[in-house]
């Protein structure tokens, strides 16, 4: 001990206590405090009691000594945190070439292991200014851990990062995970873990049939509380017995799918796209009599584009293209066909059955689904918006081949659509007219002169509409102006959210006010009586029919339709294909060749409307 700090217990200044903690704060040693962080000692007085420490964020700052004896604790001088102190340009150097050997270095220094928000801590602010710069370095750094056998990553962020003298197997690491899980999430990440690594594993059967069989019964346990994580337990469980060549487990996915067969709509979408793949592939298997009907009742049905994807693919890899071709055709004659539906038909347009589905009338479809989109509360459409004005090929590739008289409808549609602002309707335009150059009439207005007269729509739509705009400028706008008024109050508007939310719903109630104002101002309606039935026309039933049998269309006002029903607006490309056509003339739809068989006059209430 220090002969100063042996004088100070001598003379009953300090406690023994205290003096053995003194002897280990000699000058030159790193210090750590929880509340000024690291520091090294520059020097102390022991005739007047003080210790001097010079912390990274404060130099020469002086501490009594029972008090620097009871809140500092001495750190070794290869920590980390001294090296930084003492040579930053070199640590800064080997963080960007050497981030391995720097983790090492910080785990090291932290016992062996460390979360990764105290490795941030440990970089901050030198070497990794902000979150941006630390996640970027972290993407690397975790690169090279992963080929490191002595580090063990977690798949969670918030449990440590593990350093170990000696390298472990990473099947080794998997199995540990695996003993280590209790939530199904955990216990697939460990799976997905010996599944990568399965080629290390010796006797791998031996070892992995317990696995299985463990797996098989989370799965169990899992069923009622998350049915999704259950089949993906099974259907992980199968891959890890294929892959060791064991006999494939009992129940598998396929008595799963049997159970769930109620739930699949929501049972399906969370999986992964691999395990989608597998477990759509145990269709088959699961329901051997009459798969592709169950498979293909399930595609209007989703509301994801991955789901409808993967089963489009499998049966066409089952070489189910007539069971798939059928299933489209009766979406599209039902008006069941969804966004995801016809995003799948417009992306895999050049393969077979998609291709033949290609044509004006497929556009026009599009179009109308995505008006009906825009009116849902649940956005479904957005993904096939993109695409159509993304895919600058997919418009030309639906008109081309064709006359152009098959395409005027659908351009006036295009034209006339709210859901794209004007710049855009005008722009996929151009797309159609560089096809057909002689349509060119539709965009400089000439043709729109025929059209200028009023939209024709039932007495219950408009007064739904009228009902809507009261509530709009009677209720909506003002609580909306209030709650602008409320949030300016809170201050500083360039960081007040409740401001800018508000003001954003300004813009969305007045552009809604603009619409049905003009809506209201320039449509008329009518009850569909005394309609002329010699031809097709607004408040017609038309019935006709084609290859796949006869169908019938109520054909009804502007804001009139029901999908299931048969009711559709004049307006839609189906109706405005045959209008003016009479009995006996043959109408091209997006379904093929059709003949009309029988035209008659509207007679009932109207079975429902659109939503807003």
């Known amino acids: 001990m220090d002969a100063e700090i042996e004088k ?324 599209i004659r039902g008006f069941i066909v969804t966004p995801e539906m016809l995003h799948w038909l417009a992306s895999e347009r050049s393969e077979s059955p998609a291709n033949e589905f290609v044509s004006p009338e497929l556009l026009g479809t599009i179009l109308s689904a995505l008006e009906r989109d825009s009116t849902n509360e649940v956005k479904r459409g957005t993904k096939l918006r993109e695409l159509l004005t993304s895919d ?10 064709v006359e152009p008289h098959r395409v005027r409808g659908v351009a006036r549609t295009l034209l006339a659509t709210p859901v794209f602002d004007e710049l855009t309707r005008k722009s996929l335009l151009a797309r159609i007219l560089k096809v057909h150059p002689s349509l060119g009439e539709i965009l400089s207005g000439g043709e729109q002169k025929q059209d200028d007269g009023p939209l024709i729509v039932s007495w219950t739509s408009m007064e739904k509409r009228k009902l809507e705009y009261d509530d709009l400028v009677k209720v909506k706008i003002p609580q909306n102006i209030k709650d602008i008024s409320i949030a300016r109050s809170y201050g500083d508007l360039r960081e007040n959210f409740e401001f800018k939310s508000a003001k954003q719903m300004q813009g969305v109630l007045q552009r809604r006010r603009r619409e049905l104002e003009g809506q209201l101002t320039s449509c008329r309606g009518t009850n569909f009586e005394n309609v002329d039935a010699s031809q097709v026309s607004i408040g017609t039933v038309v019935r006709f029919k084609g290859e796949g049998g006869e169908e019938t269309y109520t054909i009804l006002g502007a804001w009139d339709t029901d999908p299931e029903g048969g009711i559709v607006s004049y307006l839609a490309p189906g109706a405005q294909a045959m209008m003016g056509r009479k009995v006996g003339d043959k109408v091209q739809l997006n379904h093929g060749e059709h003949e009309i068989v029988e035209i008659t006059g509207y007679v009932g209430p109207l079975a429902v409307v659109d939503e807003v």
């Open 8 to 331: 100070l217990i001598t003379a009953g200044t300090i406690s023994t206590a205290i003096g053995d903690k003194l002897a280990r704060l000699k000058p030159g040693t790193f210090v750590q405090h929880k509340s000024w962080g690291f520091g090294r000692v520059a020097n102390w007085d022991a005739t007047i009691g003080n210790v001097v420490i010079d912390f990274v964020a404060k130099k020469s700052h002086q501490m009594q000594f029972q008090f620097a004896a009871d809140t500092l604790m001495p750190m070794p001088d290869n920590h980390f945190l001294a090296r930084k102190m003492t040579e930053l340009a070199a640590v800064k150097n080997q963080a960007v070439t050497d981030p391995r050997g720097i983790t090492q270095h910080i785990l090291e220094s932290l016992g062996g292991s460390a979360t990764l928000m105290q490795i941030q801590q440990m970089l901050t602010p030198e070497i990794a200014a902000n979150d941006a710069a630390f996640k970027a370095w972290w993407d690397k750094a975790r690169k090279a851990l992963k080929l490191d056998g002595r580090f063990l990553i977690p798949a969670k962020k918030t449990d440590p990062i593990l350093f170990r003298a000696e390298a472990v197997a990473k099947s080794d690491d998997a199995f540990a995970r695996w003993t280590a899980a209790r939530r199904s999430k955990d216990q697939i990440t460990a799976l997905d873990e010996i599944l990568k690594h399965i080629d290390e594993i010796e006797d791998a059967p031996t070892k992995l049939a317990p696995i299985i069989e463990a797996a098989v019964r989370a799965a169990g346990k899992a069923h009622k509380l998350d049915s999704s994580a259950a089949l993906e337990l099974l259907a992980a469980a199968e891959e890890l017995s294929a892959a060791a060549k064991l006999p494939p487990p009992d129940p598998g996915v396929a008595g799963a799918l049997r159970a769930l067969e109620r739930d699949l709509t929501t049972v399906l979408p969370p999986l992964n796209a691999t395990r989608l793949r597998l477990v759509l592939r145990r269709f088959p298997v699961a329901f051997p009599d009459d798969w592709t009907r169950r498979a293909t009742s399930l595609l209007p049905r989703f509301s994801g584009l991955r789901a409808p994807a993967e089963i489009c693919r499998l049966l066409v890899d089952q070489s189910e293209d007539d069971a798939l071709r059928a299933a489209f055709d009766h979406a």
């Open 392 to 401: 600058r090929e997919l418009i030309p590739d639906l008109v081309s081949g």
